[in-house]
């Protein structure tokens, strides 16, 4: 479900007054702007290029209200509407000079972007005043909902991706397919505390489904033509195929339909299914690999077992790069520092929802040799993020590594990918202090570690970078 984010855009004002021992009027005060009127030229100049980053988000990014505060009354003035209002996020371009007031912005309750110029034309009165504001804010541990951003758009765009994944996991409707997996980080109902804290950090709310439902469910549904189009474009756009049983892998199509039908109904954003650690292949004589990996694909997190900190995860990671992830089993490898990463229900659109798909063979869940699902054939150099978050979500290890290959053939699950990480032994000293054994590896393509440690800050996560 798409979600339009709103971000209110402000503007301090210069306003000359008495100095400090009240014995003078100052000429000038810091920054370029003298008057309200060039800090209206100045808002005109920053529409425009606010514009330019609303086409790149498709239109998903609303920028709004364009406020010009002189005064610490100013902003709390603001404060109630933009607390109560549909306002996601604030950007304060800071014209003016600002600290002396900056905990009136304490107020809003929403994430906070500082944005000053200190090196790019024209100077603003925020100028050289950054790590004076960030020292403020670590010292009353505000950084979390706050950070300052010094004349680069390119880095205000990370953070409005913060802002905006932090948005959709709070309005995000997430589906649960059978129970949660019982046993989770070597704790039983470890998902159950894992779904409250989600709750309690984000609002998400999870409607459960039984498995005897969606077994009546799946009864009911028939075959379509459209399906069967659906199986043969699957194969024929496939590298090549192997141990598929064509009843199971075309009602891993059916299956399909089922699961974006219930999604659709419900309107959600997310869904897991417990498919492994139950009975319910044996029931429908298929797997749902195809489902989740077309799911991810369309832009629905989906991810199996019925784990909820690996579907957190995976949430904040697409909402942040606007691409699928990839979930798997992880195998560390101390003598090569590197890792393995492996799965059955890999998405094939890696570089983005918009992009092409990478290529993959035609193949069957590999435990049962049922169903049908990609095998993904990733690319070799590619540079990747790497996340763990634990069942307390307490923290998230947060690394880069580079693909060095793929589909190696060992017997595990279908798509395979091995890569080497920077840091390899703090990275593994990382995730044994704070990572559950067994605990699902999340890969996504490209270096994201700073966009995913400034939402794990939103979300009062520790993020653990390596």
């Given at each position: 479900m798409k979600h339009r984010?709103?971000?209110?855009?402000?503007?301090?004002?210069?306003?000359?007054?008495?100095?400090?021992?009240?014995?003078?009027?100052?000429?000038?005060?810091?920054?370029?702007?003298?008057?309200d009127k060039q800090v209206a030229e100045e808002i005109e100049r920053v529409k425009k290029d606010l514009s330019e980053i609303e086409r790149e988000f498709d239109g998903e990014i609303e920028f709004e209200g364009w406020d010009m505060l002189h005064v610490e009354?100013?902003?709390?003035?603001?404060?109630?509407?933009?607390?109560?209002?549909?306002?996601?996020?604030?950007?304060?371009?800071?014209?003016?000079?600002?600290?002396?007031?900056?905990?009136?912005?304490?107020?809003?309750?929403?994430?906070?972007?500082?944005?000053?110029?200190?090196?790019?034309?024209?100077?603003?009165g925020f100028n050289l005043l950054t790590e004076h504001i960030n020292w403020i804010l670590k010292s009353i541990g505000k950084q979390g909902w706050a950070c300052t951003v010094v004349d680069s758009y390119e880095k205000l765009k990370k953070e409005i991706r913060a802002i905006r994944a932090f948005a959709k996991l709070k309005k995000a409707k997430v589906?649960?397919?059978?129970?949660?997996?019982?046993?989770?980080?070597?704790?039983?109902?470890?998902?159950?505390r894992t779904i409250r804290i989600m709750q309690e950090k984000t609002g998400i709310n999870v409607k459960f489904i039984s498995l005897d439902e969606i077994e009546r469910e799946y009864e009911k549904m028939e075959e379509t033509e459209n399906m069967k189009e659906d199986y043969q474009k699957f194969l024929q756009s496939a590298e090549s195929q192997h141990d598929l049983d064509e009843d199971s892998a075309r009602n891993a199509v059916k299956f399909y339909y089922l699961m974006r039908k219930i999604v659709e109904d419900v309107e959600a954003d997310a869904v897991t299914i417990n498919c492994y650690a139950t009975?319910?292949?044996?029931?429908?004589?298929?797997?749902?690999?195809?489902?989740?990996?077309?799911?991810?694909?369309?832009?629905?997190?989906?991810?199996?077992?019925?784990?909820?900190?690996?579907?957190?995860?995976?949430?904040?990671?697409?909402?942040?790069?606007?691409?699928?992830?990839?979930?798997?089993?992880?195998?560390?490898?101390?003598?090569?520092?590197?890792?393995?990463?492996?799965h059955c229900s890999c998405?094939?659109?890696?570089?983005?929802?918009?992009?092409?798909?990478?290529?993959?063979?035609?193949?069957?869940?590999?435990?049962?040799?049922?169903?049908?699902?990609?095998?993904?054939?990733?690319?070799?150099g590619q540079e990747i993020t790497i996340t763990l978050l634990p069942t307390n979500m307490e923290s998230m290890v947060i690394a880069k590594g580079v693909i060095t290959d793929v589909n190696m053939g060992y017997p595990m699950c279908r798509t395979q990918v091995e890569f080497?990480?920077?840091?390899?032994?703090?990275?593994?000293?990382?995730?044994?202090?704070?990572?559950?054994?067994?605990?699902h590896m999340v890969n996504v393509y490209g270096d994201h570690r700073e966009e995913v440690a400034r939402l794990c800050r939103l979300l009062g996560l520790n993020p653990i970078i390596i």
């Amino acid at each position: 479900m798409k979600h339009r984010i709103k971000i209110r855009v402000m503007f301090t004002c210069p306003v000359l007054k008495a100095g400090i021992t009240e014995g003078f009027t100052p000429v000038n005060v810091w920054g370029w702007a003298r008057s309200d009127k060039q800090v209206a030229e100045e808002i005109e100049r920053v529409k425009k290029d606010l514009s330019e980053i609303e086409r790149e988000f498709d239109g998903e990014i609303e920028f709004e209200g364009w406020d010009m505060l002189h005064v610490e009354d100013d902003i709390l003035e603001k404060s109630y509407e933009i607390q109560t209002g549909d306002i996601d996020g604030v950007i304060v371009f800071g014209v003016a000079q600002f600290w002396g007031y900056l905990g009136s912005f304490y107020t809003f309750n929403k994430p906070i972007i500082f944005f000053g110029r200190e090196y790019t034309e024209p100077p603003y009165g925020f100028n050289l005043l950054t790590e004076h504001i960030n020292w403020i804010l670590k010292s009353i541990g505000k950084q979390g909902w706050a950070c300052t951003v010094v004349d680069s758009y390119e880095k205000l765009k990370k953070e409005i991706r913060a802002i905006r994944a932090f948005a959709k996991l709070k309005k995000a409707k997430v589906i649960c397919i059978g129970k949660p997996n019982e046993w989770k980080g070597a704790e039983k109902w470890g998902n159950y505390r894992t779904i409250r804290i989600m709750q309690e950090k984000t609002g998400i709310n999870v409607k459960f489904i039984s498995l005897d439902e969606i077994e009546r469910e799946y009864e009911k549904m028939e075959e379509t033509e459209n399906m069967k189009e659906d199986y043969q474009k699957f194969l024929q756009s496939a590298e090549s195929q192997h141990d598929l049983d064509e009843d199971s892998a075309r009602n891993a199509v059916k299956f399909y339909y089922l699961m974006r039908k219930i999604v659709e109904d419900v309107e959600a954003d997310a869904v897991t299914i417990n498919c492994y650690a139950t009975n319910l292949i044996d029931r429908i004589g298929t797997t749902p690999c195809y489902a989740l990996a077309r799911l991810n694909d369309e832009g629905i997190i989906a991810a199996c077992e019925a784990d909820f900190s690996a579907l957190f995860n995976m949430m904040m990671v697409s909402y942040l790069t606007d691409r699928p992830c990839f979930m798997g089993d992880a195998v560390y490898n101390e003598e090569r520092c590197n890792v393995i990463n492996a799965h059955c229900s890999c998405p094939t659109k890696l570089s983005g929802y918009k992009n092409r798909g990478e290529p993959y063979i035609a193949t069957s869940h590999y435990e049962s040799e049922k169903g049908l699902t990609p095998q993904v054939i990733m690319k070799k150099g590619q540079e990747i993020t790497i996340t763990l978050l634990p069942t307390n979500m307490e923290s998230m290890v947060i690394a880069k590594g580079v693909i060095t290959d793929v589909n190696m053939g060992y017997p595990m699950c279908r798509t395979q990918v091995e890569f080497k990480v920077e840091n390899f032994d703090e990275f593994l000293k990382a995730c044994e202090d704070n990572i559950n054994f067994f605990e699902h590896m999340v890969n996504v393509y490209g270096d994201h570690r700073e966009e995913v440690a400034r939402l794990c800050r939103l979300l009062g996560l520790n993020p653990i970078i390596i």
